[in-house]
């Protein structure tokens, strides 16, 4: 099947046509929600939970887990950007789903077991009333942040480069650090939601919804850290 190329945005789409993309995108992206937290269910009170959480966390083995899930994460989003098959998007975006909800057991294991009860939900809470807050913002603004993704590109280099680093040599990274990211999540937010009403074409609802995903999560992971951090958990 020949692919089609992209070549006008959302933005530029008739209203209805912009509208039912922008639909599109957010029940994909709470489907997504909704099968990852099916996923950390089932994970996290399995019989293999704390073996397999122990050893994903063991030694150097985080250090490959993070490398194994960036790249499943590139090639779920080279996926989900599919031009020829819609199916091949959908595969995509549940791949990396499935990629976020292995990679989350180890912290949602400890903060299922050792942890209030209350505090994985706060978390969750928390994350949905930030990324409502930002995602309200650049609609109502109508602002393009595509600038940011300079800022975020270092940002991440940055951060995998203390992360390798607390690793090799032992230090933690500590509430400070959890801070920034969460700060470095909510630019993530702001850039993407942008990026969906600016720049995606749209055909290309399941891709926004991954990327989208994808902030969400990152930030949902910060702010656990940092509640954690709080309650003495970490």
């Not at 749209?202 to 919804?209: D, E, G, I, M």
Request: charged share 10%; aromatic share 14%; hydrophobic share 55%.
């Amino acid at each position: 099947m020949q692919e089609q190329t992209f070549t006008l945005s959302a933005a530029n789409s008739p209203a209805a046509e912009r509208a039912a993309f922008i639909r599109k995108t957010y029940t994909h992206l709470a489907g997504a929600l909704l099968l990852f937290t099916g996923l950390e269910y089932y994970l996290v009170n399995a019989p293999f939970a704390q073996k397999m959480a122990m050893a994903m966390t063991s030694g150097f083995s985080w250090l490959i887990v993070l490398a194994a899930f960036m790249g499943v994460g590139y090639v779920s989003d080279r996926m989900a950007r599919s031009q020829s098959s819609e199916g091949m998007q959908y595969l995509g975006l549940g791949l990396f789903v499935v990629a976020e909800a292995i990679i989350f057991l180890p912290l949602l294991y400890i903060a299922t077991m050792y942890s209030d009860a209350g505090l994985i939900p706060t978390a969750g809470l928390m994350t949905l009333l930030l990324v409502g807050g930002l995602t309200a913002t650049v609609f109502i603004t109508k602002k393009d942040f595509s600038f940011l993704s300079g800022i975020l590109s270092i940002g991440f280099f940055v951060a995998m480069g203390f992360i390798v680093c607390s690793m090799i040599f032992g230090f933690s990274l500590g509430l400070v650090f959890s801070s920034v990211m969460v700060l470095f999540a909510a630019g993530s937010v702001l850039y993407t939601t942008s990026n969906v009403m600016h720049h995606y074409h749209p055909s290309q609802h399941v891709a926004a919804s991954l990327a989208l995903f994808s902030a969400v999560a990152l930030m949902f992971w910060y702010i656990l850290q940092i509640l954690m951090s709080l309650t003495g958990r970490d």
